[in-house]
């Protein structure tokens, strides 16, 4: 993963500064995968997050990542949700360089380590939220993440057989689903916490519609890696209870099969414990869609 600097970074906080006025302070926000995350104070007090878009392969795509945001986050504007209001948009970096989307800065923090029955719940309810919104014509279909590029059993695998049978899941038809708006990448570190709530969530670059239980999947498979497969059945029931819908195992295989690097690109899973966690759960999913198939 590269960055690639801007010109003359100046230009960023001078193109913000004209929409929320001259920049006094400047703090680099944490957690950040594709972009750097820059978090604004102007002379007001007021405060924003500034996302430059600099780091490829998202940076090449920069253009069609920040304009999603910034008009998912205008679709979204009073529904309820605790989202940041987009204030300016640069998709294409003439002003700034690289691809920017200036936001007003949600409060509270990341916290991953976060697995309590409440608060996957309220991960939970967020999530079925996002899911009952009425989206606007202009969001794009799903797009799998586990391309058949990505079908080669991992290195570190104990499991040759395992894979190879995800792999041919994969190669089938999806199950039915109805479409339904979905975040696309929701999970902990997309999810903000003050307090002992719920204060934001974020990273809207991936909005599509598509199987609900894909954005499940992709919590799911986040809290295994983190936290386990109990951490994770926890959150898909309080997600079952609280929408009523069925689960989908497919969809949590192609989850992790996405979470394979494409050639070329370094391991997403590299700790040991995690690469064991990862495997028994992608067996146990298996075995869940076995089961189903039979019926």
Excluded at 238 to 262: H, I, K, S
Aim: hydrophobic share 45%; net charge negative; proline share 7%.
């Amino acid at each position: 993963m590269t960055s690639v600097p801007n010109a003359d970074p100046r230009a960023a906080l001078a193109w913000a500064a004209e929409t929320i006025g001259p920049v006094t302070g400047v703090r680099r926000l944490s957690g950040g995968w594709t972009s750097t995350m820059l978090a604004l104070t102007a002379t007001d007090g007021e405060a924003s997050v500034l996302r430059l878009m600099n780091r490829e392969p998202w940076r090449s795509h920069g253009p069609a990542l920040t304009a999603r945001e910034h008009l998912t986050l205008e679709m979204l504007a009073g529904s309820g949700l605790p989202i940041a209001t987009s204030l300016a948009l640069d998709a294409d970096g003439r002003h700034c360089g690289d691809p920017a989307h200036l936001m007003s800065l949600l409060p509270g923090s990341v916290q991953v380590r976060r697995h309590d029955d409440d608060s996957l719940a309220g991960l939970a309810d967020l999530l079925a939220s996002i899911h009952e919104t009425e989206p606007s014509p202009a969001v794009r279909p799903y797009e799998s993440w586990a391309f058949e590029a990505k079908y080669r059993v991992p290195s570190w695998a104990t499991d040759a057989v395992t894979w190879e049978a995800a792999f041919d899941v994969l190669r089938s038809e999806p199950p039915a689903f109805a479409p339904t708006f979905i975040h696309r990448d929701f999970q902990p570190r997309n999810v903000l916490w003050d307090g002992g709530g719920i204060s934001g969530v974020v990273d809207w670059v991936e909005t599509s519609i598509g199987p609900a239980w894909l954005d499940v999947a992709h919590c799911l498979t986040s809290l295994v890696l983190w936290h386990g497969s109990d951490a994770a059945d926890a959150f898909a029931a309080a997600y079952v209870d609280r929408t009523g819908r069925a689960p989908q195992p497919y969809f949590e295989v192609m989850d992790l099969v996405a979470f394979l690097p494409a050639p070329g690109r370094q391991e997403y899973v590299v700790d040991p414990e995690e690469r064991v966690r990862f495997e028994a759960r992608l067996a146990t999913v298996l075995g869940r869609l076995s089961r189903r198939t039979e019926r």
